[in-house]
């Protein structure tokens, strides 16, 4: 465990941008079509629910690192088991979202330069801003978030000044009924981004204050989320759902649309400064949480130490996780959320939480016994 | 001490690396800004592309008269088998790489017009340097490479001509379109709508447009002007549609503000114009007994800008005549476009995508065949609603006090 202390304003920033990563990027929620934006939102409540489990698992539990009460509840050895498989899905998810972005660039902006080169510079602005700690995350956070917000007001002001919203093109709401909605929340919008913040259980204990991750963490999301939302929202209402479900960045695409007499246009490479500002606080946070989970599990003395091994193996799994484009998306989308996200998200922390609830009620029982016998 | 100083050489000297800036830079000179590109087919099914490249030293910029030496812009033309294998083709030819960021225009010959757009669309729909907001086009009249050999007087950029023409109008007279990209994109991918295109033509003589000669002269040996709406299906042109029937197309798409209207008057013919300074259009799709049925409300308000008639025209009670004499000729153009497009079995208002996005479930048994079942045969009801707001700086003609 890093000593450091955060205050609870700078949670709610690093949730928010952690949240905004590479969700605004990708597009969450495609699979409902027009309905992208009601998916966010379905996906927000849930993931409000899921945010109060691992709140409430930590309140049990203030001030130790998720290894020890792991540790505490499941016994030595199976605790041991579970933090590792923890320590794994974090390193590979940050592995994920490195590539997102490398992916991105490629694509959008250096077609000719290998992706090694762009993953490597950005790794290890993030390893170094990681091994700085957490308070200098936190820090650089509340001045990034002020930069990315005003870059979003910007872009909203932008896109609807230049009349380029049709409403017409969310019509008919729930085309189908709300089932696709359902499907959409449940294989994907819960899980990315808001089950993700399961990453925070590392961060948590450094908040100064336990009431304020809650406060803090609920508003995040909902200012994330509903941001998320308006954005599906816009890039639906720009772009139409056919463009909208074949751009692998569908953000990006409707900000290139922008065109305001004939002066203010290709504004893509100004946004695009934005989302990887996102990326680099996404990545980040899920290094940072691998790093306190295997410092934890080896006693390794102190966190730092493992920041490098870590972050270069999370740019080695960056490459090899996928030979493609097209496998690394499809991977994201059938394999990961069903057998990674939700396991790890869904299942696990709610079991951890009945388990606890369970030890509490028997210990409370068992101080009132011999107190009346 | 000494060794945090090596430590911040080192780190500087390493950063210096960074900010040499992308790995595969370009620079000005190195790149050719493509304005617009025109492709063809040729007879055994090659594309033959068309590039019109930038030459910016010599275009005359506002203080200096004369400008430069050589004409604005420069053509250079490759074949390939696909589109793409033309563009690499390119590199064989001119000595820059090709960039395509800047290009405005999309000129697109008949033939490949009529042979199906779809390949195109796709290639440049994919490119990452090609922008969808550029216009696409079709060559009205033959190729698209004669087109873009044209040199235009006044704008010297040709694109910047084609499309200032088309915007203007299409919003001050109608009949006239400027579909970029995504519209196309939008139209093909859209149950219910098919898709729009506008066009350009060279008028006079071919041979004679490319020379620079050709400019000192007033009266132009060739010129581009703007030509009528394209109807495509299923990417194919399948008609050309000019006149009232096109302005009907762009009013119903929502892309006309201003146009001027006449009527005869008093057994005169043509006798008033009215000079239309606001259009407002409202369409809704209504279900009838299981049927859909168009119902289309259009308000224009104008002013009288030409009486060739005595008339008394403070007279309200006969300004609202001719007020409802306006109604019922616009009504009819209407109609008689949607006509037109119903007998070419071609749903390019979109009134299917209305009724989809109004009544998506009865839609679903609707959509099989729409052009033919359904569009066809639709029931349109037109209301028009024409407002004369004043007559401009006179009121009564002096017609009226002949003597």
Not at chain 2, 153 to 175: F, M, Q, R, S, Y
Not at chain 2, 260 to 266: G, T
């Amino acid at each position: 465990m890093e000593k450091a202390k955060i205050s609870s304003y700078q949670l709610f920033v690093l949730i928010c941008m952690f949240e905004l990563g590479s969700a605004l990027l990708l597009g969450i929620g495609k699979g409902a079509k027009q309905d992208a934006w009601l998916a966010v939102l379905s996906g927000l409540s849930v993931g409000f629910f899921l945010f109060y489990v691992y709140y409430k698992i930590f309140s049990f539990y203030p001030g130790i690192s998720p290894v020890e009460w792991l540790r505490a509840i499941y016994g030595k050895v199976i605790g041991w088991f579970f933090g590792f498989a923890m320590g794994i899905y974090f390193l590979y998810l940050s592995a994920r979202v490195l590539r997102d972005f490398g992916e991105m660039l490629i694509i959008s902006a250096y077609p000719e330069t290998p992706r090694f080169i762009i993953t490597v510079i950005m790794a290890f602005c993030v390893m170094y801003a990681v091994k700085k700690g957490m308070e200098v995350m936190a820090r650089t956070g509340e001045i990034f978030f002020i930069f990315v917000y005003f870059l979003m007001i910007m872009s909203f002001v932008l896109i609807t000044s230049s009349g380029l919203i049709n409403l017409n093109y969310l019509k008919p709401v729930l085309e189908n009924g709300p089932m696709p909605i359902m499907k959409t929340m449940a294989t994907e919008t819960i899980y990315i981004p808001f089950g993700e913040t399961i990453a925070f259980l590392s961060i948590f204990p450094l908040v100064d204050k336990i009431k304020g991750v809650k406060v803090a963490g609920l508003s995040a999301m909902w200012l994330s989320g509903t941001n998320l939302a308006i954005s599906m929202l816009i890039n639906t209402c720009v772009l139409g759902v056919d463009v909208m479900m074949r751009s692998p960045f569908p953000l990006l695409t409707t900000i290139q649309e922008i065109q305001i007499a004939h002066f203010l246009e290709r504004l893509d490479v100004f946004f695009m400064v934005a989302l990887i500002v996102g990326g680099f606080f996404k990545v980040g946070i899920f290094l940072y949480a691998a790093c306190i989970t295997f410092t934890e599990l080896f006693h390794v003395s102190s966190y730092r130490k493992t920041v490098y091994p870590l972050g270069v193996i999370m740019l080695g799994a960056s490459s090899m996780i996928a030979s493609s484009y097209a496998e690394h998306i499809d991977e994201g989308i059938k394999v990961v959320p069903v057998f990674f996200h939700l396991p790890a998200q869904v299942v696990f922390p709610v079991i951890t939480l009945l388990l606890i609830l369970w030890k509490e009620r028997r210990k409370k029982k068992n101080r009132q016994k011999p107190a009346s016998a | 001490m000494m060794s945090s100083r090596w430590k911040t050489a080192v780190a500087l000297f390493m950063a210096s690396f960074l900010l040499t800036g992308c790995w595969s830079h370009k620079e000005l000179t190195d790149i050719a800004f493509v304005s617009a590109i025109g492709i063809d087919q040729l007879e055994n099914g090659h594309y033959l592309l068309t590039y019109q490249i930038v030459n910016y030293l010599n275009i005359p910029s506002g203080m200096q008269i004369g400008g430069g030496q050589g004409p604005p812009v420069t053509i250079y033309q490759t074949e390939g088998k696909t589109i793409e294998e033309a563009i690499l083709a390119s590199d064989q030819e001119i000595s820059r790489r090709l960039y395509f960021s800047h290009t405005n225009v999309l000129l697109i010959g008949r033939n490949l017009a009529e042979n199906g757009i779809y390949p195109v669309i796709d290639t440049f729909d994919r490119r990452k340097e090609f922008r969808n907001t550029a216009s696409v086009l079709i060559a009205r009249k033959g190729k698209a490479e004669d087109i873009l050999q044209v040199m235009t007087p006044i704008d010297h950029i040709p694109t910047n001509k084609i499309n200032k023409t088309l915007e203007d109008a299409e919003e001050n007279v109608g009949g006239r379109i400027k579909t970029d990209v995504s519209d196309i994109l939008y139209d093909f991918t859209t149950e219910g709508k098919e898709a729009v295109v506008g066009s350009f033509k060279l008028m006079g003589d071919p041979k004679k447009g490319g020379k620079q000669e050709s400019q000192n002269q007033t009266k132009l040996d060739a010129y581009l002007t703007s030509g009528g709406i394209g109807i495509l299906k299923h990417g194919k042109l399948i008609d050309w549609v000019g006149g009232q029937d096109a302005r009907t197309i762009t009013w119903l798409l929502k892309k006309t503000k201003m146009t001027s209207l006449e009527i005869d008057w008093a057994h005169h013919p043509r006798a008033l114009g009215l000079q239309v300074r606001k259009t407002i259009i409202g369409m809704k799709p209504v279900m009838k007994n299981g049927k859909p049925e168009m119902h289309i409300h259009i308000r224009l308000a104008g002013q009288l800008q030409e009486v060739d008639v005595p008339l008394d025209v403070m007279d309200s009670k006969e300004m609202v005549r001719i007020e409802k004499a306006y109604e019922k000729n616009v009504e009819q153009q209407i109609n008689k476009g949607i006509r037109h497009m119903q007998r070419e079995q071609c749903d390019v208002f979109g009134f299917g995508e209305m009724i989809y996005r109004q009544y998506p479930k009865e839609w679903h048994s609707l959509k099989h065949h729409w052009n033919e079942n359904g569009f066809a045969h639709l029931k349109v009801k037109v209301h028009a609603d024409v407002v004369i707001a004043n007559s401009e700086l006179r009121t009564n003609p002096f017609l009226s006090n002949l003597k």
